[in-house]
C-alpha cells in the first residue's frame, strides 16, 4: 500500500485548502510494455490557476523526491 496510502492522505488533506476543488491523480502502471509511465496529476480551483499550477507542482516535486519507492522489483 505505500508510498500511495501516505500520497492518498496527503492529497485528501490539500483538497481541503481554500479554494481548491479537486485533486485527481492518476499512478503510472509499472508494469506496462511500455519503457516509460508516469503520474498524471490535475487540481481543479475555483478560478485560480496559478494555486492550481502550484499544487500540482507541489505534488509532482515531491513524487519526484520519493521515486525510488515507486520502483518495481520483481
Not at 481541503?16 to 508494469?31: A, Q
Not at 480551483?45 to 515507486?70: C, V, Y
Request: no cysteine; proline share 8%.
Amino acid at each position: 500500500a505505500q508510498p500511495m496510502l501516505n500520497i492518498r492522505r496527503w492529497v485528501r488533506d490539500l483538497e481541503h485548502e481554500r479554494g481548491v476543488l479537486n485533486i485527481s491523480y492518476f499512478p503510472g502502471f509499472p508494469y506496462a510494455d511500455i519503457p516509460h509511465t508516469t503520474f498524471t496529476i490535475i487540481v481543479t480551483t475555483d478560478n485560480n490557476p496559478e494555486q492550481a499550477r502550484e499544487l500540482a507542482a507541489r505534488i509532482g516535486n515531491h513524487l519526484w523526491s520519493i521515486r525510488e519507492e515507486f520502483r518495481v522489483r520483481p
